[in-house]
């Protein structure tokens, strides 16, 4: 659960709207390609089938898993198809793996473990950053693949390849500052030392929105620690890591070290829990899933790190926008102007700001969520209905006078629509954002600096960006509270979630 909070604001921030990270509605530009240049333009008129052609022959469409050195199908030959989601054509088939496919990718990360973790930081560093320069290479490729698989616009597709590929240059250097402990002992023939070691296997679960994202983020620290990893992205957009761990693979990062299987989500996360050899689970998903795989995780007592919310997104958009009475009215029409400037099409149409959403289930919850405000009084102020592109297009929606009886208001509606709400006080603003089981990023908007320190030591949330929306970054510690998850990702602080702590203790030291 997200939260923006407009407190005593004179002029209304501008907002971006994106289907592909619920919504993101609180600053100027607040999308992450704001923060990078964009690729060439391409034309409005590419096909699926021209778009895949081209990154097959820059050998970046890989179709089938990783297992150690084998690009491989599933042991039964199944298949699943990848659509694009703004045209519903087949990009192509890909494997429908199980259990037993995973079991041979935790096999191979775990014979790689142990030359992967003898090596030096400084030879992991070393590779990391040629993966990371192979990212910066291919951007504009993997950019349109992203585009391709998962429908956000081409220039944001860009800026999230600079933001992915960002953790991994991040992660290279601080290969080389993993630093133990010396402690001054009790007694004098006495030396206590801490070491800081991979924990292992780890097992990554990602989700569809930040294809490429959301795998450097874990996997980055992960192979900066010595850690080997199989990697489970969604069924809805495997292309981008199979490309992303194609480039890890010429930069030199050795077979083993990275695998991946797609397909079969239950059985793939079911081997994935009760194998002892993997030692640890991170995941970014839904509640639901990230519950059953604490659960799972317990019995073969695994380290977890999760980051799950009700929508299933790991991005930081503001799900809630209150407003204070005074300037609602005001906010609300300069707001609604703003959204209705947004461009919605092809993510690889000129201008397009909004991509489709990624399936029919998403704008069918979509149009449930509306109309379950709508049912209850609240006001549709801009859109609210399928756009006229059709398919899994909907209108930039702005709702007012949102109730807290409402759905969109407890749940993430996981598409283009801001909630807008009224609160009289600083108190009523604060209980209302607290007022939900999850936590991961709020936001205040206020001239009052000494406002600002209160309610962000008041508010229940992992982040808080105070008159700034873009606030995510591979140097700081990204992660929720309550039901948000558990853990942190990026920074120096990320590194620790894929460290074992061994405590030695010398003995007989004073002996001549």
């Known amino acids: 659960m997200r939260v923006a909070v407009a407190v005593g604001v004179s002029t209304p921030p501008v907002a971006t709207m994106r289907s592909s990270c619920t919504r993101r509605i609180v600053a100027v530009s607040y999308r992450f390609v704001s923060m990078h240049m964009a690729a060439a333009p391409l034309s ?25 050195a084998n690009w491989t199908d599933a042991r039964d030959g199944k298949t699943m198809p990848v659509y694009n989601p703004s045209t519903g054509e087949v990009i192509a088939d890909v494997p429908f793996m199980g259990s037993k496919d995973t079991e041979d990718a935790i096999s191979s990360a775990y014979d790689a473990f142990p030359a992967w973790s003898k090596l030096t930081a ?3 560093s070393q590779l990391l950053r040629k993966w990371y320069d192979l990212l910066m290479a291919n951007k504009e490729e993997i ?12 220039k944001e597709a860009i800026g999230e390849v600079n933001y992915g590929a960002s953790f991994i240059e991040y992660f290279a250097e601080e290969a080389k500052r993993i630093y133990g402990d010396i402690i001054p002992p009790t007694l004098n023939d006495r030396r206590i030392l801490v070491l800081k ?16 994202a959301m795998i450097t983020r874990k996997v980055g620290p992960a192979l900066a620690c010595g850690c080997t990893a199989v990697i489970k992205p969604s069924e809805l957009t495997p292309f981008t ?27 793939i996360g079911d081997a994935l829990m009760a194998n002892t050899r993997v030692r640890k689970i991170t995941f970014t998903g839904s509640t639901a899933v990230g519950k059953k795989l604490m659960a799972g995780a ?3 007592v695994k380290k977890l790190g999760s980051k799950f919310r009700n929508s299933g997104q790991t991005c930081v958009c503001a799900n809630r926008i209150l407003v204070q009475d005074g300037i609602y009215d005001k906010f609300a029409a300069a707001f609604s102007k703003a959204v209705q400037i947004l461009q919605v099409g092809d993510g690889f149409s000129e201008g397009a700001s909004q991509g489709p959403l990624i399936n029919d289930a998403a704008i069918e919850k979509v149009e449930s969520f509306v109309e379950d405000a709508v049912s209850k009084g609240a006001d549709v102020l801009l859109g609210g209905k399928r756009h006229s592109l059709g398919r899994t297009f909907y209108e930039p929606t702005v709702l007012g006078n949102i109730s807290s009886d409402m759905i969109v208001s407890r749940e993430e509606v996981f598409g283009p629509v801001a909630p807008l709400m009224r609160f009289k006080t600083e108190e009523e603003a604060i209980s209302i954002a607290n007022d939900t089981n999850a936590g991961l990023a709020a936001y205040i908007f206020t001239t009052n600096v000494q406002r600002s320190w209160r309610v962000t030591e008041a508010l229940e949330y992992g982040l808080v960006g ?3 929306g873009v606030i995510s970054t591979e140097v700081a510690p990204f992660g929720g509270v309550k039901q948000s998850g558990l853990g942190r990702e990026g920074s120096k602080y990320g590194m ?13 030291m004073n002996r001549k």
């Not at 096909?47 to 089938?64: C, D, I, M, N």
């Not at 620790?496 to 007989?508: N, Q, R, T």
């Open 44 to 68: 409005r008129t590419l096909s699926t089938e021209s778009v895949a052609a081209r990154l097959t022959s820059a050998g970046l469409l890989r179709t089938k898993g990783l297992i150690g």
């Open 122 to 124: 400084t030879e992991r």
């Open 143 to 154: 950019g349109q693949l992203i585009t391709l698989e998962q429908g956000k616009p081409l």
């Open 197 to 212: 070691q991979p924990i292992g296997v780890i097992a990554a679960i990602t989700p569809w929105n930040f294809p490429l």
């Open 241 to 267: 890591a199979l490309a992303a761990v194609e480039l890890a693979l010429q930069a030199g990062i050795p077979p083993g070290v990275l695998n991946v299987v797609m397909g079969d989500a239950p059985a």
């Open 298 to 300: 317990a019995g073969t």
């Open 466 to 468: 105070v008159n700034e």
């Open 496 to 508: 620790d979630e894929y460290l074992e702590m061994k405590y030695v203790c010398l003995g007989d």
